[in-house]
């Protein structure tokens, strides 16, 4: 049954293969079947079963019996002739023949009509048809070819968009209503000569932001309730409701929706409706500026094309930022504030030039950092968010480095190669005191060639130091030998031979000024013979050097007239090891060699006579001087202090000190009191003539001979007052070695040897002795320490009052002091406040002294015993009694000594002197315990002041200063005769008072003696004392010598008082006064620069060039506070006008001008202003001189003049502009500064076109600085006047023809460039910053043409910058790259004026599309060429499932049918390139760096005309090898493909036809290239190259 069943079911169809619906066919009208599809069919060939098929399987035959046979072989066999297939007239008959179908085919062809387009009309209307036609238009079911007859007329601007907002018609159907409505506004005017066919476009941008803005009207915020007025205030926003808010947000998002087409297709200008944005995100309040965020947000690409647009947004942007972080309201404004970052940050990707303005960059740096460091919504693994952070960070570095650059900030700082190092080595050489080591000293810089002129310069700088006036100290000469003597000594192997070095040294004596100056000649004298001593000067060559050079004037016999410098040379310079011929040579030549007696022997025989009567011991006399003091001594013996140095030493070294050399080994034979007096006599004599190399001979032999003890602490003494000359001999090694020595044999002696013990310590200074002598100098110490200060766990108390002391004044014993002292450290050793204790009890004890007797020597006599009593305290001490002494002073001393009356003082001093005199007390403890607390009382002296008590103790404490540091004999009682030796004492510790940690001190109490000295509190005779304590101080040498030591500590001594603000104005000048006395030898005057009366180049003198920078500083500040006071500005002003011009109009090198740039920086403002006001004039004075002719050279040589002048101002105005100073400049001199930078960059211009390439770099030079100076000028803020912005109104396009010359052409230079540009900018800002008008043109200051014969020369990253400055827009997406062309007569193409957008005019084609060309549309047809050719178009399917696939689109839908047989063949049998090889063509020079250019495989070969199908399928060879042929570096990378829709080849066309590379075959090696039969195998592995990633 199933199976009758099944019988019965009707046969199933038979199969037939059908080809896909969207296949077309291969003929119109043949039946030829489908390209590419090939169905089974009954009876083929490969049906057929037979063995061979069976067997060998189904081959087809070939075309041709060899494959690699051409056609033509068959053609020949098949032609007996053979005439026809190379018969010529076979190929004309081909070509008449389709010459005559192309001709049929043009004469068949429709022919196009003129345009009928015609604009839809309008007419008036009813208001019931108005209506019903805006509800048709409203109706998308009405077509637009229905209403496109007519349009109605009527309502116009706002109205009609509030008509289309009330009909809610659609984007679409508005957009071509209103553009039919402006076609029609505009119809009467394009037929006129001036018609704008973007007017209407500007007009329309009117009428569609001032909608927006009335809309944007309705959003107002409340005004702030007004103070004192009691008025109730309702607000009501549109936003607040919600009706009005729903009806106000359609209406502004209908207009948002119109507004996008309008201005996609330029129906509203650009720039016009951009400007308004820019402005309006300017003004709006913050309500508003969410809603003008958000159109700035989505408009911001077509403000960023251009500066003059982005600049004033960014602006906006930054105010509007600004006011929402200061807001009450910022936690409701997160949104916009996010979008105003948003918009900064894009500005800044974009446009970064847009960022370059000094101005916006000093007012608001901090948030423009704070807005793009912050980046937006972003996670950690978005890798392009965190490159558009970088890239926003690498923008941010530069616009932060450009803007400082212009505003002269971060400045780098200057190495004053010449001028620094010259003051460096002056502050090295200063430094040298008793505690420096010579070694570790590297003046003389190793790496220095010795025949350079830096060795040179050094070896100047160090003569010059040593024999100077302008320094201080005996010391000079000898750290000069010193460092000579171990650079030669270090260096002796190489090319610094002693011949050389006195050839530096003798080219120095003879042409340097400091040698010929009649002051210096001892110190040169004394020099040079020290360096003779050396061995580092030959004498001997000296003398025939000058006679072989034929000098003249050497003798004393010629006049005076013809007398060379040489002469007091040779008469000065001494002769310390010398030979009787060398002084028979110079007698000879000095005096000639008939001389007999010369006055050498007169002067040698007066000083002998002298020296015996001031040392009669020494040459065998029997009495000494009954009291010689240093006052005596000089008067004794004029002729031994005034001789020349030649006398000097001869006399003092053959016969002065052989003599004490004899009296030392003989003295042990004489009482210690005559050998103490003559041995101090011999040290200052010594010492008067600087003969300190016999006295360190004289000490050192009596250290090792005598045996007194009271001699042996004088010698010691005498180490320590000359402790820094000793340093600079770099002999303090071998006077440790012997104090050693000498410690040794007085230890084994048993003498006294507490004193040495602290020399050695001294003079050691950590440097000398060996461990095992340190080892057994520390122990001594120790032991010395335990046994006078025994420590144990029960000390015995010290009482408060020891009436014993009291009672010592009275007991007459000679050994009552020391009986006294013996006790008490005996009972008290053990505990450590028994000296602190003494001390007390003493000063109690002398206040009773004046009580006791009224007799003055008697009282004296009382002190001196108390003072030889606490000597013996200080012998008991391990540590002295000295630092017990300042504790008290320090502590519970102070209020004591203000209750000491006159008589108590007088007894007071005879004991402070003499434990000073003795060493028990330093002079440093006596003035800080007691000097500089008066002092400071005295200045603070106020209402409060008690003269009685506070003048006794100042005026006794001003006494004890003038005994301990100025005077030069110091009596310590009348009834103690006045010797040579205390007066020695006293000078020797006082040396301490001006060394470290003390002289820091002893700076900054000078500034209490001025105090002091103008305090109206304080009597007339203090004052008095006061002023001439500190005059006497001032002039000190010893201070002076310690100033220039420390300038430092002198500075800041002087600078506490008055940035303390605790002293009044009317005192910073006597201070000023003071300081400038101690740095410049100057009197005291009022003028502040009066340091400045010897010229610019002796304060600038490397000697004085530190404490200049200090004066200089005070002397500004000075003038600073008196400018601000009325009654003292007129001269101040005076004042600064001199100081200005000694400095500007002196002619000076670089190094000195950045030198007074920085001594003058940190002045108070009115002084900057002044400073920097004369500087300007000063430029402009020396712009002025211009010569006659102007040259390029000229012009150079005066802009570095006025450079030297900039660089002095930009460092002194450096931190004025840091803390935001305002600077009130003169305005005139603006001005004229204005005009002769206009009148500098003109005359430049015009050099650049007339000038050769060697002068280019020199106008180059100069306008760059031009520009800089240009650009530190706009950096003030101020006033401009009308002259001044006329004058940098005319600047803007001479600087911008200057920016185009440096960016092409001849004089191209990337940095002049860069520079002039953002100069530029700096200007156009700067002009629209102080424009008049509320709302400026944007583009008004910017240039409208770029012009230059060499723009084919300009790079591209320097157009793309310059043609952001340009008004032009961007033009439209449908006309951009159009331009208007016809063909010639001869057939040419030629080009005309680019086609120009009218948005208003092209309306929408109504008509529907039946296949009919009728040329009715509002573009016609003319305008393309067009042509019929009698194709058709195909049609477009509609059903999805007959669509063409993507990747078989350009094969078979062309979308015109129009082209040739031979076109679509070749187009048809391409195949796309693969993706390996058009991974080369996304970019230029993408992955060239280590690959090069990447290969494109299947180009044709150089030879061929055309390349093969089979080409474009690459061969095995090339792909699986990655070796490159010099084929693969062809850069025609869009050989391989075709254009789409054309079919033309597009080898030399496409975006690399333009790229520079080398042209080369695709493939020059046959062995490389594998040809197969078919398309390869979709299974073979493809070697790809990976290109380069792209960096940005």
């Not at 043609?1363 to 961007?1370: C, V």
């Amino acid at each position: 049954m199933k199976q009758e069943k099944r019988g019965q079911e009707p046969p199933s169809p038979i199969y037939e293969s059908l080809p896909p619906p969207w296949l077309p066919k291969s003929h119109r009208t043949a039946d030829v079947g489908y390209p590419g599809f090939h169905p089974p069919r009954p009876g083929q060939d490969e049906d057929v079963l037979s063995d061979k098929h069976i067997k060998d399987g189904f081959l087809l035959p070939l075309p041709v019996p060899d494959e690699h046979q051409s056609a033509a072989v068959t053609f020949l066999q098949q032609d007996a002739k053979g005439g026809r297939m190379f018969d010529q007239n076979m190929l004309a008959d081909l070509e008449h023949l389709m010459n005559d179908i192309f001709t049929r085919k043009a004469d068949s062809a429709f022919t196009i009509q003129s345009s009928a387009f015609k604009i839809p009309s309008r007419v008036t209307m009813s208001d019931t048809k108005r209506q019903t036609w805006f509800a048709e238009l409203a109706n998308p079911d009405v077509p637009l070819s229905k209403l496109g007859k007519s349009v109605p007329h009527g309502a116009k601007g706002h109205d009609l968009l509030d008509l289309l907002h009330t009909n809610n018609v659609a984007i679409p159907r508005a957009v071509w209503f209103l553009r039919v409505f402006g076609a029609n506004e505009t119809a009467g005017l394009r037929n006129k000569p001036s018609y704008n066919p973007t007017q209407y476009s500007v007009d329309w941008a009117i009428v569609v932001t001032s909608y927006i803005k009335k809309q944007l009207a309705d959003i107002a915020l409340p005004s702030a309730p007004r103070p004192g007025m009691n008025i109730k205030q309702t607000f009501k926003g549109v936003l607040s409701d919600t009706e009005s808010r729903d009806r106000w947000v359609s209406r502004f998002t209908y207009c948002l929706k119109l507004l996008r087409p309008f201005y996609d297709e330029g129906l509203v200008d650009h720039r016009t409706f951009l400007t308004w944005i820019v402005i309006q995100m300017a003004a709006c309040n913050l309500a508003q500026a969410g809603f003008v965020a958000h159109l700035a947000d989505e408009y911001l690409d077509g403000a960023l094309e251009k500066r003059p647009l982005a600049k004033p947004l960014l602006d906006a942007c930054i105010a509007k930022l600004n006011e929402v972080r200061t807001t009450s309201a910022q936690g409701h404004l997160n949104k916009l504030e996010e979008i105003l970052k948003s918009l900064i940050q894009r500005i800044c990707v974009a446009l970064p030039d847009t960022f370059v303005s000094p101005r916006t960059w000093l007012a608001h740096s901090l948030l423009l950092c704070s807005a793009l460091a912050s980046p937006a919504d972003s996670g950690p693994s978005d890798c392009r968010r965190r490159d558009f952070q970088q890239l926003i960070s690498d923008n941010l570095r530069d616009i932060q480095r450009r803007n400082d650059a212009m505003l002269f900030r971060n400045l780098p700082p200057r190495k004053l190669e010449r001028l620094g190092s010259l003051v460096v080595d002056i502050q090295i050489l200063n430094s040298i005191c008793s505690s420096t080591d010579m070694s570790t000293i590297s003046f003389f810089s190793s790496q220095i060639p010795d025949s350079s002129s830096s060795f040179v310069d050094k070896l100047d700088t160090l003569l010059t130091w040593a024999v100077t006036s302008l320094q201080y100290g005996s010391h000079r000469p000898y750290a000069a030998v010193t460092l000579l003597r171990a650079y030669h000594e270090r260096n002796a192997r190489r090319e610094l031979s002693s011949a050389t070095l006195h050839d530096y040294l003798f080219d120095w004596l003879d042409s340097k000024p400091v040698v010929r100056e009649a002051g210096n000649l001892r110190a040169v004298a004394g020099l040079f013979g020290k360096l003779m001593k050396s061995g580092l000067f030959d004498y001997a060559a000296y003398v025939q050097r000058l006679v072989a050079r034929g000098e003249e004037g050497l003798s004393l016999s010629e006049p005076d007239e013809t007398a060379s410098f040489h002469r007091n040379l040779l008469r000065w310079i001494p002769l310390h090891n010398t030979t009787s011929s060398l002084s028979n040579q110079r007698k000879v030549m000095v005096y000639g060699a008939r001389a007999r007696q010369t006055p050498e022997d007169v002067c040698e025989r007066e000083m002998r006579r002298e020296i015996r009567a001031i040392l009669p011991l020494v040459f065998g006399g029997d009495t000494l001087p009954p009291s010689v003091s240093m006052t005596s001594l000089q008067t004794s013996c004029p002729t031994v202090l005034s001789a020349p140095c030649f006398e000097q030493v001869r006399t003092i070294k053959q016969w002065l000190l052989p003599n004490l050399h004899k009296f030392t080994s003989r003295s042990q034979s004489l009482d210690e009191i005559s050998t103490l007096k003559t041995y101090s006599t011999a040290v200052e004599l010594l010492s008067y003539t600087h003969s300190y190399g016999s006295l360190l001979e004289l000490s050192l032999s009596v250290l090792s001979q005598t045996t007194h003890a009271e001699l042996l602490t004088a010698v010691g003494e005498v180490f320590h007052r000359f402790a820094t000359i000793w340093t600079a001999m770099n002999v303090t090694g071998t006077i440790t070695s012997t104090l050693y020595s000498t410690y040794l044999l007085w230890r084994t002696q048993g003498g006294k040897t507490r004193s040495l013990l602290a020399l050695i310590i001294e003079m050691d200074n950590g440097q000398q002795l060996d461990a095992t002598a340190k080892t057994q100098v520390d122990n001594d110490i120790a032991a010395f320490t335990h046994a006078l200060a025994p420590k144990t766990e029960h000390p015995e108390a010290v009482p408060s009052v020891m009436p014993e002391i009291l009672l010592l004044a009275e007991d007459s014993k000679p050994d009552a002091p020391s009986i006294l002292a013996n006790s008490l450290w005996y009972r008290y050793r053990t505990s450590g406040d028994w000296a602190w204790k003494v001390w007390d009890n003493t000063v109690a004890s002398l206040r009773q002294v004046p009580i006791m007797s009224e007799d003055h020597e008697l009282r004296h006599t009382y002190a001196l015993r108390y003072g030889q009593f606490l000597l013996n305290v200080d012998h008991h001490l391990p540590g002295g009694i000295d630092n017990d002494v300042l504790q008290w002073f320090l502590g519970t001393g102070k209020s004591e000594v203000l209750g000491l009356t006159l008589e108590t003082w007088d007894v007071l001093r005879v004991v402070l002197l003499f434990l000073c005199v003795h060493g028990a007390l330093s002079t440093t403890t006596l003035l800080q315990g007691l000097v500089y607390p008066a002092w400071q009382l005295g200045a603070d002296a106020g209402p409060l002041y008690q003269p009685h008590n506070m003048e006794t103790f100042i005026q006794a404490a001003s006494e004890l200063f003038d005994a301990l540091v100025l005077q030069e004999d110091c009596s310590i009682s009348p009834i103690v005769p006045q010797e040579l030796l205390d007066a020695q004492r006293i000078r020797t510790w006082r040396q301490d008072a001006f060394r470290e940690p003390h002289f820091t001190l002893l700076a900054s109490n000078i500034p209490n003696l001025v105090l002091l000295e103008h305090n109206n509190v304080v009597s007339d005779g203090l004052r008095g004392t006061a002023r001439d304590l500190r005059l006497r101080t001032c002039e000190s040498r010893d201070i002076r010598q310690s100033c220039y030591r420390n300038l430092d500590a002198v500075r800041k001594g002087f600078e506490h008082p008055i940035q303390s603000g605790m002293v009044a104005e009317t005192l910073y000048e006597p201070l000023v006064n003071a300081l400038k006395m101690i740095l410049s030898e100057s009197n005291e005057d009022t003028d502040v620069n009066s340091f400045l009366s010897t010229g610019i180049s002796s304060v600038l003198s490397p000697c004085t060039l530190a404490a200049t920078a200090v004066q200089l500083q005070f002397g500004l500040r000075q003038l600073g506070r008196a400018l601000a006071c009325e009654s003292t500005k007129q001269g101040a002003s005076a004042s600064l006008d001199k100081m200005t011009s000694l400095i500007f109009h002196h002619s000076m090198a670089s190094e000195e001008a950045y030198f007074i740039a920085e001594m003058a920086r940190g002045v108070d403002g009115p002084v900057a202003i002044k400073f920097i006001n004369n500087g300007f004039k000063s430029i402009v004075d020396i712009l002025n001189r211009a010569p006659t002719p102007s040259t390029p050279e000229s012009l150079l040589a005066r802009v570095g003049r006025a450079g030297e002048v900039l660089r002095v101002l930009s460092h002194v105005s450096e931190p004025l502009r840091e803390e935001g100073t305002g600077l009130d400049l003169d305005v005139s001199t603006q001005e004229r500064l204005a005009k002769i930078i206009l009148e500098s960059f003109q005359f430049a211009n015009v050099m650049f076109s007339k000038t050769t390439d060697s002068s280019l770099r020199v106008i180059t030079e100069a306008v760059i600085f031009l520009a800089r100076l240009l650009q530190f000028d706009l950096g003030f803020p101020g006033i401009r006047t009308t002259h001044f912005r006329d004058t940098c109104e005319k600047m803007t396009p001479v600087l911008f023809d200057l920016v185009v010359i440096h960016a092409c052409g001849p004089a191209q230079d990337a940095v002049a460039f860069a520079l002039l540009l953002d100069t530029l900018y700096f200007l156009i800002d700067d002009l629209f910053l102080h424009s008049k008008t509320s709302s400026p043109d944007p583009f008004k200051y910017y240039p409208t043409k770029l012009q230059s014969p060499h723009l084919n020369s300009l790079p591209s990253s320097h157009r793309i910058r310059l043609l952001t400055l340009f008004p032009h827009l961007r033009p439209n997406a449908v006309v951009q790259d159009l331009t208007h062309a016809h063909r010639d007569s001869t057939g040419l193409l030629v080009y005309g004026a680019p086609v120009q957008n009218r948005p208003w005019e092209w309306i929408e084609n109504l008509d529907k599309d039946d296949g009919v060309i009728r040329n009715n549309a509002s573009l016609s047809l003319e305008l393309f060429g067009a042509k019929a050719t009698g194709d058709h178009l195909i049609g477009y399917v509609q059903d999805e499932e007959r669509c063409v696939p993507t990747r078989l689109e350009g094969v078979f839908e062309d979308k015109i049918t129009a082209e040739s047989v031979f076109h679509r063949d070749w187009r048809e049998t391409r195949l796309p390139a693969h993706s390996d090889v058009r991974a080369g063509e996304r970019g230029i020079g993408e992955g060239e760096d280590e690959l090069g250019t990447l290969p494109i495989f299947g180009l044709q070969k150089p030879g061929s005309r055309r390349v093969s199908p089979a080409s474009s399928v690459r061969s095995r060879g090339s792909v699986s090898s990655v070796r490159r042929s010099p084929g693969s570096l062809s850069g025609n990378r869009s050989a391989v493909s075709t254009r789409e829709g054309t079919g033309e080849s597009g080898i030399g066309s496409g975006p690399a036809a333009g790229r520079k590379r080398k042209a080369s075959a695709s493939v020059d090696d046959d062995d490389e290239v594998e040809i197969i039969e078919g398309p390869a195998s979709a299974n073979l592995k493809k070697a790809k190259i990976k290109p380069k990633p792209k960096t940005k």
